[in-house]
């Protein structure tokens, strides 16, 4: 197996993309256990490097597995757009991107795609993969996502742009400017709410009086769901009806997907001072992982061989992929303005500045 791991990665491509109500068969659901397993032992790599002190930051996304996979599913990557935030670990592998790259990025090391190691991990852009530029400014990425459905609506493209943000980015301007938008212009946008119940250590009682984010999309104009983000059937099919809907001509949709998150915001949070013992260990009973092992070993489809060899595959190049990042260089000094400013822009030699005025004291 290469060092990229990209035998064990599931590609949702035109063959995959699937109508609503056609649901995913075993293989399917073995396949995103298999990225489910990759993803997670990435994650809890790229966790271990930082508490090693070499890896900077690290936003987990233990707990939003199932969805986000189910999401790759449902859109055609050939075609579509996403717009994502920081913890789309799971998507990025599930769209193409290794393993390897991804630990570049987390080390800050030379050849990470997304900004060339210059950023926080996932930030930037991946045009291989069609995953737009993002940074830590909550919410941007929607009024973004609905500018450029409005750009291929205005082409006449089938494709469609899917905006991944959090319960936390939800109370920002930018969501309800992006919603309403999109209401009025039927744009073909998929708003991907991935509600793990906290902003940071805010908890979702004290940002918003409502249960249920999916009921704002009333007051844009169009249909809004809540689902279980855990359960990848049920995501699947939820994303697959917004997907085709939007794709048609038939405007957005809000998409709540209810997930549990397992770890701290950041590697710089301790949520053990703003949740309980009894509440970690709630997000923790409701992992997607193991809910798909079990329903996987009851259909039939995994046994113990499976298993302890999926797991195997993932570690050999999760560790395939840690070697190769540790020998990689770090971005020479010579290309920190590479891509900021312009390919042509240089730094003013001393004597090309203006000088600077010498003060004159009064007589």
């Known amino acids: 197996m290469p060092v990229d791991g990209s035998t064990t990665i599931a590609r949702a491509g035109n063959a995959q993309v699937r109508g609503p109500g056609r649901g995913l068969t075993e293989a399917d659901l073995l396949e995103m256990y298999r990225t489910m397993a990759l993803s997670r032992t990435l994650d809890e790599r790229a966790w271990l490097l930082n508490r090693q002190g070499r890896a900077a930051i690290v936003p987990s996304s233990q707990g939003h597995e199932a969805v986000q996979l189910a999401c790759a599913r449902a859109t055609d990557p050939a075609l579509d757009h996403y717009l994502i935030y920081y913890r789309q670990l799971p998507l990025l592998i599930a769209l193409g991107v290794t393993p390897l790259e991804l630990l570049r990025g987390f080390l800050a090391k030379q050849g990470e795609p997304m900004s060339g190691g210059r950023q926080f991990p996932m930030h930037g852009a991946c045009q291989r993969v069609d995953a737009f530029s993002f940074s830590s400014v909550v919410g941007t990425q929607l009024p973004q996502a609905v500018g450029v459905a409005l750009a291929d609506a205005m082409r006449g493209e089938k494709r469609v742009s899917i905006a991944f943000f959090g319960d936390g980015g939800s109370s920002q301007g930018d969501t309800h400017e992006a919603m309403n938008f999109a209401g009025i212009h039927r744009l073909p946008v998929v708003f991907l709410c991935e509600n793990n119940r906290y902003a940071i250590s805010v908890p979702m009682r004290k940002q918003m009086a409502i249960d249920s984010l999916a009921v704002r999309a009333e007051a844009y104009g169009f249909p809004g769901v809540s689902i279980d983000g855990t359960d990848p059937q049920a995501s699947y099919e939820a994303l697959s009806a917004a997907v085709d809907r939007a794709r048609a001509g038939k405007g957005p949709t809000l998409v709540e997907a209810m997930i549990e998150r397992i770890f ?63 020998a990689d260089p770090y971005p020479d000094a010579s290309e920190m303005f590479t891509n900021l400013y312009g390919a042509r822009f240089t730094t003013p030699e001393p004597e090309s500045r203006p000088a600077r005025p010498r003060h004159v004291a009064a007589a």
């Open 264 to 326: 701290p915001h950041t590697t710089d949070d301790d949520q053990r001072k703003y949740r309980t013992a009894e509440e970690i260990k709630h997000a923790r009973d409701h992992d997607p992982i193991p809910v798909l092992e079990a329903k996987l070993r009851q259909l039939g489809a995994l046994d113990n061989a499976t298993f302890d060899r999926i797991w195997a595959d993932a570690k050999r190049v999760v560790n395939e992929a840690n070697e190769q990042a540790d």
